[in-house]
Nanobody, 124 residues
Framework: QVQLVESGGGLVQAGGSLRLSCAASGRTFSNYAMGWHRQAPGKEREFVAGITRSADNTHYADSVKGRFTISRDNAKNTVYLQMNSLKPEDTAVYYC?????????????????WGQGTQVTVSS
């Protein structure tokens, strides 16, 4: 089992920034690729960003490229999502997730473990 706990969400004005953190415990963190996903009211959960086990490669949804940056610190068992130039359409609950298999980063069902989520609200 891997336990994931997100933090760092909140209310921010459009154009502002937030940094989300996700602390992992349980099994060896570096054995898992990590991803951030989000879900807005009335919408399906969607992929936001992913990072490989050793942080040598990252993946982003087109909607956040150039604005969001995913990173990880395996010594601290933590993955981060730096969000800049936030827009009202970024408002959602943000979830971090861990996956063991070498599978697509873009499909939420590929992930094995999920956090409880943190709310991000961007006002216009």
């Amino acid at each position: 089992q891997v336990q994931l706990v997100e933090s760092g969400g909140g209310l921010v004005q459009a154009g502002g920034s937030l940094r989300l953190s996700c602390a992992a415990s349980g099994r060896t963190f570096s054995n898992y690729a990590m991803g951030w996903h989000r879900q807005a009211p009335g919408k399906e959960r969607e992929f936001v960003a992913g990072i490989t086990r050793s942080a040598d490669n990252t993946h982003y949804a087109d909607s956040v490229k150039g604005r969001f940056t995913i990173s990880r610190d395996n010594a601290k068992n933590t993955v981060y999502l730096q969000m800049n130039s936030l827009k009202p359409e970024d408002t959602a609950v943000y979830y971090c997730a861990a996956k063991y298999a070498y599978s697509s980063y873009y499909v939420p069902s590929a992930y094995d473990y999920w956090g409880q989520g943190t709310q991000v609200t961007v006002s216009s």
